[in-house]
């Protein structure tokens, strides 16, 4: 059982982080467990991604497919509430204001929200921020969203010069977050989605393939994940690491190839 740091990258592809220079991305695959083809779920949009991602169920079930919100027909409890009900402490760290509505009122102990996904140095105060409070706090799940490589993309186009460029920001800011974090934190990083040209959300292989890496104790290192990979998967396997059992109406797997001991 470990206390979990969740980091999204919106919109990063894996070809951008190796061809950028991303020491703290590329230290994160040699310490840990990773893929560069795990997959998108469609439409590849960002608040559809981020729904299934915390739900662990597609789009064709939660019922949002754009970047507005409705609520499910059907209600499915996401990461936030399952670990909340198991007496979790959760955290949010976001500058996109639309990510307010993945769990339900009541399962946060903690939201920290500005409006700077548009900017340049957006992700900056989220960084600074997240670093000073989560070794003061030590929630038991925190999740951290950059959303300017996303914005950088819209831009100036996947795989710009710009695109790169603010990759390699966010990941100095990482850097700064990891650098910070407490040892016995796991660590999940991955994408939502891609994109090509200035746009996403069709199913081709630049919108639906995203970097997956997991580090922590317990966790494999220097490992490139054979399994095919879903961002589904991120809730149970995470739910593995902060002790709790995934939702059974979940439709994600945990991904026990990541982990030195398969769970019994």
Known sequence: ???VLFVMLDGVRPDAVQEARTPTLD???AQGASSFAARSVMPSVT?????????SVPPTRHGITSNTWVPMARPIPGLIDVAAAAGKKCA???????????SRPGALSFS???DTSADDDGDDGLAREAAIRIPAERWDFVFLYFGTVDTAGHRHGWMSPEYLGQLERVDSLLGEVLDALPDDYAVIVHADHGGHERNHGTDCREDMLVPWIATGSGIRPAHTIQAPVSIMDSAPTIARLLGIAPHPDWEGKIIEEIFLSRAG
């Open 1 to 3: 059982m470990l206390p």
């Open 27 to 29: 230290r994160l695959v």
């Open 47 to 55: 608040l559809p991604c981020h729904t299934s991602i915390f739900h």
């Open 92 to 102: 949010f760290f976001y500058n996109w204001e639309q990510l307010r509505d993945l």
């Open 112 to 114: 920290y929200f500005t």
